[in-house]
């Protein structure tokens, strides 16, 4: 039986074709979005409506569970534990960009089934709705940062007999303009993983305890309790700092703060300054996370519209 001109053959596509096509269809999605950012805006406006609704402190909540833990963690250090570095309250300060990303998947992985009423009777790009909830969570940290800044300032006017080392205005150098990549990189992880999480936790509404359980242990796998010359000093320092997270933070404190003189049963440990080599591979995960999550989840967003 032979086919008619009205059911045509479809040919499989080569290789070429296919990667071709995906190409189009990943630039169409970002010219789609990129169309509907009064939409995001609103969004954002929305979200930090309702999480602030009749309430007095309003943005200053942001600041207070970080602010809680920087200033436990100090009396624990100065008073309980012997702290292996000086001025450890400063140092501390790294814990805002750490309190970014956690936050950040964590709302990330509930944007759509947190949205599952707007998505199954408006369209609009889905993809979206991960970016609003990531925005909004930029902007509580620009006022983390904003005030980490004012802090470094405040301790650097005290005087000469409280003065903190490696506060400012004395160590102002020109790596403090690294924070904008670092932040930026951040953000392109923060993006990428909250993408894949939110496809994830459609169709396994386990995966939002899972992830919530997994931060509060990466907590500790992240040198912020304890400086990366230790872990230098212990020799896993090649491998620990493939994590992307470590690597980016490591990199911003070092942006903002001088290397601290940290000591291990009275013995100096060599300085570590800004690690460039897994910064940059920090920078190039972040990018592939985030191309494999936008394709992921452009890949199955309909079939996440039909399971909501």
């Not at 904003?146 to 903190?164: E, M, N, R």
């Not at 940290?262 to 972040?286: D, E, H, R």
Request: glycine share 4%; with cysteine.
């Amino acid at each position: 039986m032979s086919l008619s001109a009205s059911h045509p053959v479809q040919a499989f596509d080569s290789p070429t074709s296919q990667s071709s096509s995906e190409r189009e269809t990943a630039m169409s999605s970002l010219a789609e979005i990129w169309r509907f950012r009064p939409l995001i805006l609103e969004l954002v406006r929305r979200d930090l409506k309702l999480r602030y609704k009749n309430s007095i402190g309003g943005i200053a909540w942001s600041l207070l569970n970080p602010l809680m833990q920087i200033a436990v963690i100090t009396v624990l250090m100065k008073f309980i534990l012997p702290t292996p570095v000086k001025d450890y309250s400063a140092y501390l300060f790294i814990l805002f960009l750490w309190n970014f990303f956690q936050v950040s998947l964590a709302d990330g992985c509930v944007a759509i089934v947190n949205n599952a009423t707007l998505v199954r009777k408006v369209y609009f790009p889905r993809a979206i709705l991960p970016l609003a909830t990531l925005l909004g969570n930029l902007f509580h940290f620009a006022i983390a940062f904003a005030f980490t800044i004012l802090y470094f300032f405040v301790l650097g006017t005290y005087p000469s007999h409280l003065f903190v080392n490696g506060v400012y205005p004395g160590p102002l150098r020109p790596e403090i303009f690294l924070v904008l990549p670092v932040i930026f990189f951040m953000i392109v992880l923060c993006l990428g993983f909250s993408l894949i999480l939110a496809y994830l936790n459609v169709f396994y509404e386990d995966v939002r305890f899972i992830v919530t359980a997994l931060l509060q242990l990466f907590f500790y796998a992240v040198p912020i309790l304890y400086p990366i010359e230790q872990v230098k000093a212990k020799g896993v320092y090649d491998i620990y700092m493939l994590n992307p997270v470590a690597a980016l933070l490591v990199t911003y404190q070092r942006a903002l703060l001088l290397p601290p003189t940290v000591t291990q049963k009275g013995v100096q440990l060599p300085a570590v300054g800004v690690p460039w080599g897994y910064f940059s591979l920090a920078c190039v995960v972040s990018t592939c996370v985030l191309g494999v999550g936008f394709l992921l989840f452009e890949h199955y967003k309909w079939e996440m519209v039909e399971r909501l």
